[in-house]
């Protein structure tokens, strides 16, 4: 019996009649992926190196071939191959292990692989041969004069990791750029075309688990037709096996208020942590500590944005205040990842510590306190954390904009100057009402 065969007698269920195989061959591609996406990203464990030699030897899952005589459960996996493609990226850390003109690499939905038509030398070479001699980002020159205006636009606008980590493969469905079986669900369901039942279904705001239902109901019907459903299903299960007797009344009275109920925790609950406990104008740090907010402004129309942030002491008394213009044309989110991120790296450089930052970001805030994920916005994150440990005494908070409208201004005001402007101890001209007003009671 050879390695794979095996390892699928140990692993998989066993049905009446010997359906286990079968049934696994005939399990959705949402399910499978999963199975897939273990391969192409734990290359080390034992089942991905069992079929690797088994299936495919000599190149990489998604250049294999289903081959001769497979197994069920290699037919199967390789089946998903197409949909695994499709929604894989790679990640660019040091580049590495990203070959230019083969690897899904480029920030965008429709085509993530260079279209420019490179030599081979080109070509087969890394991501990493594009980048400066620093490795913090990719030579400017070089990758206009190599690429078409698509392709070069699209380079240039990689965030790149100061860690410098290992390339990685990422999930494009998915937020956290972790394979989900829900994510890839949603995306074949979409492609497939919305005129069934479940996309409706799907998009209900009811609680988790209770997504069954007829279409025919109108929008605002057919969340109580799927509590009532699920009332008539505890009811059956309070009698199948407590012996109580059914009571249409009493199912309803039951399912109706818990929806209601489960509605209004969930606004509540949503509000709170978006609205509440936030103030609304600049406040002093604790005594002994300083206050860091940092900023983000995209221009929009050009290929640049700038990013910014103003330090202040525990009486409210400017420190410095520093913006700069980037070459690049950022996400949102990464733009402002990228603004805490040189501002944490600065303020190493001064040696002063125990800092407040306050952003405006609830996207980067939450991210912060999320687990770590492996999309160019998750490695930015990961800058940030590094550096806040560097540190050692950081807190994040999230603030509104009237509360970081200093740090604001100053990164709007970068698109008016050249070059960098940077104010230290004393404060650049243009930001002395600002601040006075923050003080203002």
Known sequence: MNKVALWEGLCLPKAKGGMGFRRLHEMNKDLLGKQGWRLITMPSTLVTRVFKAHCYPICGFFDS????NPSYIWRSLWEVQDCLKEGCRRAVGNGDDTFIGTDPWLPVDNN????????PTVHDAPMSSLMNRHGTGCDVECVKDIFTDRDANLILNIPLSTRRPPDRWIWHWDDKSAYTVKSCYKHLTTVAGDDHPWAKIWSLHIPPKFFWAISSLNDSALPNFVMVCWGLWGSRNERVWNGLGFDSNTVVHRALPFLENWKLANEASTQFSVVAGHPT??????LGRIKLNCDAAIC??????????????DEGKFLAAKNTVVPRNYLVKEAEALSIREALSWLISTSMGSVDVEMESQVVFNALFSSSFSSAFGLLIDDVRGLASAI???????????VNCTAHVIAR???????CGEGLDSALLFLVNILELDLMD
């Open 65 to 68: 071939s289903v081959g001769n």
């Open 112 to 119: 993530p692989y260079v279209e420019t038509v490179l030599h």
């Open 281 to 286: 104008r600049w406040s002093k740090p604790a």
């Open 300 to 313: 929009q129309g050009s290929i640049v944005m700038g990013i910014s942030w103003v330090l202040r002491d």
């Open 392 to 402: 050692g005494d950081v807190e994040f908070h999230f603030v509104k904009r009237s």
């Open 413 to 419: 005001e970068a698109f008016l100057v050249s070059g």
